[in-house]
């Protein structure tokens, strides 16, 4: 069997403890429930909220994505699309992050989980 890996089981959206179970209820496309998520893990029962308020500190991590749209979106718009005006900055900026919220709501929390979780992986 295949070591799992942090950043797989990141990118899978697993438990960090046992890198199996679903982090979240449902696939990340099911628009109206994508913010579901298992109170507990399904393989190793973990209980992902360690705390009361935990992913609340997902929030720093989101706002890291948000700049990082930001960033990227500036640096493609100026560099390629000759320094259009600001509306279609702002526009672009708008219009992405509403898109790309689901990753990062998703991600944020499971790599939040991950990094500051205090969970150890209990892989063989």
């Not at 628009?31 to 579901?36: E, Q, V």
Request: hydrophobic share 45%.
């Amino acid at each position: 069997m295949l070591k799992k890996t942090r950043a797989s089981a990141i990118f899978n959206g697993r438990c960090p403890k046992c890198r199996e179970g679903n982090i979240f209820k449902n696939p990340i496309f099911t628009f109206n429930n994508f913010t579901k998520m298992n109170p507990r893990c399904p393989k190793c029962n973990l209980d992902y909220e360690v705390e009361p308020g935990f992913f609340y500190g997902a929030l720093y991590i989101s706002y890291i994505f948000s700049v990082g749209i930001f960033i990227a979106v500036t640096i493609i718009l100026f560099v390629f699309f000759d320094d259009p005006e600001s509306k279609f900055y702002i526009g672009t900026v708008i219009i992405l992050s509403i898109i790309l919220y689901p990753f990062n709501y998703r991600f944020s929390r499971v790599i939040y989980l991950h990094l500051f979780g205090r969970v150890k992986y209990d892989g063989l």
